[in-house]
C-alpha cells in the first residue's frame, strides 16, 4: 500500500499535534502548539495511508525567495519507506508552484536530505531564519542543526 500527500484540514490539527510533540519531546524538532497549527494549518501537507496519518511537513516562508521546510515527521512504523521523500516533493511542487526558487532545512537528517537533492550550507547564510526563529530558540548558542539548501530550477 502507498501513501498519498494532501492538504491538511482541520481534522488533521490533533493528529499533526500528537506527531510533532513526540518528535518535540527527542528534542529533534521544535514543538508547535494546537492554536499554532491552526494558525498554520494552510502550510502542512499530510502523508496518509488508508486514511491514517502517517507523515507531515510543513513550507514556511522566510523571504521573497526562500521557504523553509519544517515539522517533517514520519510515524516510527512507516520510516524507511519514502514517505519523508514523497512528503519532501509535495513541499518542493508547493515553492514552485509559489515560484520561490530557494528551499532550506536545518535538519539532523542530513543524508536524507542529500538524497532528495539538498546540498549542505552555512546556516549564516540565512538571516532570515536566524531572525525569525533561531533567536527564540533554547539551541541558539549552541545549535548542532545543520542547514541544507535545494535551488529549484
Known amino acids: 500500500m502507498s501513501a498519498i500527500c494532501r492538504k491538511a484540514v482541520p481534522d488533521d490539527v490533533e493528529h499533526l499535534f500528537k506527531m510533532i510533540e513526540g518528535y518535540a519531546e527527542q528534542g529533534i524538532m521544535l514543538p508547535r502548539s494546537r492554536k499554532v497549527l491552526e494558525k498554520q494549518l494552510d502550510q502542512f501537507v499530510i502523508a496518509e495511508m488508508a486514511g491514517e496519518m502517517v507523515g507531515c511537513g510543513s513550507l514556511c516562508r522566510l523571504g521573497e525567495d526562500l521557504v523553509e521546510i519544517r515539522s517533517l515527521g514520519i510515524s516510527p512504523m512507516h520510516q524507511g519507506h ?41 546556516k549564516e547564510i540565512f538571516p532570515e531564519k536566524v531572525w525569525t526563529d533561531c533567536v527564540f530558540c533554547s539551541k541558539q548558542d549552541c545549535c548542532d542543526e545543520i542547514a541544507v539548501l535545494k535551488i529549484l530550477n
Open 82 to 122: 519514502g514517505i519523508g521523500s514523497l512528503l519532501v516533493d509535495a513541499l518542493i511542487n508547493e515553492a514552485r508552484a509559489q515560484q520561490i526558487p530557494k528551499i532550506m532545512a536545518l535538519t539532523y537528517a542530513v543524508s536524507f536530505f542529500q538524497k532528495n537533492g539538498f546540498t549542505i550550507v552555512e
